[in-house]
């Protein structure tokens, strides 16, 4: 087994291992301001009705904000997007200037050019170790046809063209 250091290595190398796609979980909060987080770990949960879930670690700064906003809008980036995974990563204050969005008919921040946007309202919220895992109910969808952003080994970039050969 290890030492518990040597276990969330090996957990973070096999999760790091693990390719996904690469979303931005966006929000305003109780002031009406926007905010958004790169997030990775999203996935499909039910078609009826229509359920996503993500997860938030607890130590995120607007991680309280989120667990008070009744809708929020996954942002499901495409592969000439890793600019705004990079953005929504980081430590930059105002994100949404630097960025092209707008405010949707079901009032949530969505990005533009996105690959999807999913807008969610909030089914369930459960707490999970140093995370909490977020249900939502799916509102509305948009799509476009375009190829998805991916994360493997801390890197992000598109689908390879000889995947599909």
Not at 22 to 39: C, N, R, S
Not at 80 to 109: G, H, I, Y
Not at 114 to 120: E, R
Not at 149 to 154: I, N, S, V, W
């Amino acid at each position: 087994m290890g030492s518990k250091i040597e276990q969330v290595a090996r957990f973070k190398e096999a999760m790091g291992n693990y390719p996904t796609g690469v979303t931005v979980v966006t929000a305003f909060d109780a002031d009406k301001k926007p905010m958004g987080l790169t997030v990775n770990s999203f996935a499909s949960v039910s078609l009826e009705p229509l359920l996503i879930l993500w997860s938030i670690d607890k130590r995120v700064s607007t991680y309280s904000d989120f667990l008070d906003a009744e809708k929020f809008s996954v942002n499901i980036l495409a592969a000439d997007q890793s600019e705004l995974c990079t953005l929504f990563s980081s430590r930059v204050a105002d994100r949404f200037s630097q960025c092209d969005w707008k405010e949707s008919d079901l009032n949530l921040p969505v990005l533009s050019n996105s690959l999807a946007v999913l807008q969610c309202k909030t089914f369930q919220q459960i707490e999970a170790g140093d995370h909490t895992i977020f249900i939502g109910e799916v509102l509305d969808i948009q799509n476009e046809n375009k190829e998805p952003l991916l994360y493997h080994r801390r890197n992000i970039g598109a689908i390879p063209e000889a995947f599909y050969s």
